[in-house]
């Protein structure tokens, strides 16, 4: 499969000790401005997740820059899980992704 817009992947995830699919979408992916987005969502849930990656040259290397805008649809959503979500979110799906990124240019450099 290639990584281009509407091109689709599933994670099994763990979240506040529930099981559940992430279905995610490509919206964009800018090679020239170094720019790659998707969108999330549980699967079953109207609510979403819009995530925005970011890659600028620094050096011998880059900067990953990773932001995200939630998009919750449901008043249980707008009020309840979207505040809970988004400190989880910047505590530690950040901080994993980026570090699961690292290990894998780190291996790729390698091989």
């Known amino acids: 499969n290639r990584l281009e817009p509407g091109a689709e992947w599933v994670v099994s995830l763990r979240l506040m000790g529930m099981r559940f699919n ?11 401005r170094r720019r790659f987005m998707h969108r999330s969502r549980r699967e079953h849930s109207p609510s979403s997740t819009v995530w925005t990656w970011t890659v600028r040259p620094e050096g011998t290397g880059a900067v990953v820059t990773l932001a995200w805008e939630l998009q919750p649809v449901t008043r249980l ?20 992704s980026l570090a699961a990124l690292g290990r894998m240019v780190r291996e790729r450099s390698l091989s």
């Open 77 to 96: 959503h707008t009020w309840v899980i979207a505040p809970v979500r988004s400190r989880q979110i910047g505590a530690q799906d950040v901080t994993a």
């Open 22 to 32: 992430s279905r995610s979408t490509v919206l964009e992916l800018d090679r020239g």
